[in-house]
């Protein structure tokens, strides 16, 4: 190398080193949106509407005056929470679901693979 050549390079270097030193800044998580398309036959239903819907469900449970359907298929598990307003009986506010080993499934899809299942199943 000439004289001239190196300085050059050591500045180069010492310029990559304090780049490649800067931590990049963590991600704030960004929460996913949820809309309701799709989902108009479920919310707002009582729990004898979604046995009409879906037949029996597979898991009933209740705490307190809140209760959650659970309904099952191959394709996925949708569970509806149901909540009283005052007095009235209690109507599914929410709805949830995953594919059965647990993924993320889209839940108007999973609305829509429940009313087909053969014989509420």
Known sequence: MTRFSLPIL???LSGCAT???TAPEAADLVPIPYGSAGLERVIGQDANGLVRLF?????DVRE?????LQFQSR???L??????KGSAE?????VDARQPDGRTIDRASCVAALTRRVGGK
């Open 10 to 12: 050591v500045l180069l």
């Open 19 to 21: 780049v490649a030193s």
């Open 55 to 59: 037949g029996q469900p597979d898991a």
């Open 64 to 68: 307190g005056n809140a209760r959650k």
């Open 75 to 77: 394709i996925c598990v």
């Open 79 to 84: 569970d509806t929470y149901l909540y009283p």
């Open 90 to 94: 209690p109507r599914v506010t929410y």
